[in-house]
């Protein structure tokens, strides 16, 4: 139920709009069953499991920032490796001085467009 939708409101507005298409929907691990019948059942236990899963979200997600902060503090968490190196880097701006096209260079050096351009806009 929680990797259907994002939260609550999502999830209801997803099931309504299903079900009105006729779609049976199963959720097999709560084993709720929505065919398009208005069950004020079924329509409940909706909203608490789907408030449930909402909640276990925002609690995992509480967790993952309070455990990269304690990472960060520990001086374990630097986040991702350079895909260029310091002498790459500067080649790369070479070649782009000297007018080359900034896709063929991406490709060249293997890197994302994006990439390049985070390369040529920060000082290295």
């Given at each position: 139920m929680d990797r259907l939708a994002r939260n609550l409101d999502d999830l209801r507005r997803l099931v309504h709009a299903l079900t009105e298409?006729?779609?049976?929907?199963?959720?097999v691990k709560e084993n709720l069953t929505f065919t398009g019948e208005a069950s004020p059942m079924?329509?409940?236990m909706l909203s608490v499991m789907g408030a449930f899963a909402e909640f276990e979200r925002a609690l995992i997600g509480?967790?993952?920032?309070?455990?990269?902060?304690l990472a960060k503090k520990?001086?374990?968490?630097?986040?991702?490796?350079?895909?260029?190196?310091s002498?790459?880097?500067a080649e790369l701006r070479q070649r782009v001085a000297?007018?080359?096209?900034?896709?063929?260079?991406?490709?060249?050096?293997?890197?994302?467009?994006?990439?390049?351009y985070q390369y040529l806009k920060t000082d290295a």
């Open positions: 298409r006729g779609v049976c929907i199963e959720f079924a329509n409940l509480e967790r993952q920032r309070e455990g990269i902060a520990r001086g374990a968490y630097r986040g991702r490796k350079k895909a260029l190196s002498n790459r880097i000297n007018g080359e096209q900034k896709a063929k260079l991406a490709r060249d050096f293997g890197i994302s467009r994006e990439t390049l």
